[in-house]
């Protein structure tokens, strides 16, 4: 599932190539895409002709756009609200290109240009309309009001995530899973930002020094915008920007997925351990297994 710097990279492109146009047509191509919009297919298209998408927004991994009366409009009261779940695409096509194959929503503007669509494999992921509501002095779409700022967030409260994070009695990988307490982050981050930090996945949060979650949240700002940089991480053709390209973090990663491998600060031979129906990843010498883990 797309993590928040491969999130980051798909709301840069509908900011740069869907932000200040006019919807002039919507085509629900496949109801189950807009199951989480309550009034149905109809609805949706109906209330998004002659709005004005006036922003492109994320939190952690949910991103939206605001809707408005014309360009000028800031005073954003809904949005259009997309999670991409496991193979959700958001992409920018000229209105020739062939359709894709699981093609699901078809956006039309009345500048003519390209058409912005949702593509999505497997189904997962979704678009609905939302009204906003206002947290930690941002508009954030209601269904996601509950979730934590994530990391690169101005509005991040780093001593705040530090103290909760503490607080908590579970293993250190759980707790920066924890969308209510840290947004953004999934399996892949949490695995290269724990190495980073030197601290084993299930390492208890009730024996982490302030210091040192510290340096796991820096661990996990800098490994995010490292991923930013390079696109994001594409295991397969399921994430691409909004142009079709993928991002080629995947080869940067120091143990996510590098099982067998050596590990690139020590040479130790990094392992695969199972954890909530996933894997987590780690190296044996720089990131020793706790004396009493919380699994």
Known sequence: MPELPEVEVVRRGVAEHAVGRTVSRVEVLHPRSVRRHVPGPD???????GRCLTAARRRGKYLWVELGDGPDDVAAGEAMLAHLGMSGQLLVQPEYAPDETHLRVRFRFDDGGPQLRFVDQRTFGGL????????????????????APDPLER???????????RAKRTGVKRALLDQTLVSGVGNIYADEALW??????????ATLTRPQVRALFAATVEVMQAALTAGGTSFDALYVNVNGESGYFDRSLAVY????EPCPRCGATVRRDAFMNRSSYSCPVCQPRPRKPHW
């Open 257 to 260: 997925g590098q099982a067998g």
């Open 128 to 147: 609905s309309l939302t009204e906003l509501d206002e947290v930690d002095g941002i508009a954030v779409p209601k269904p996601i009001a509950h979730i």
């Open 155 to 165: 509005v991040f409260d780093l001593e705040s995530a530090v103290a909760r994070m």
């Open 43 to 49: 609805d949706f298209a109906a209330r998004l002709v």
């Open 196 to 205: 980073r930090a030197k601290l084993h996945w299930a390492r208890p949060t």
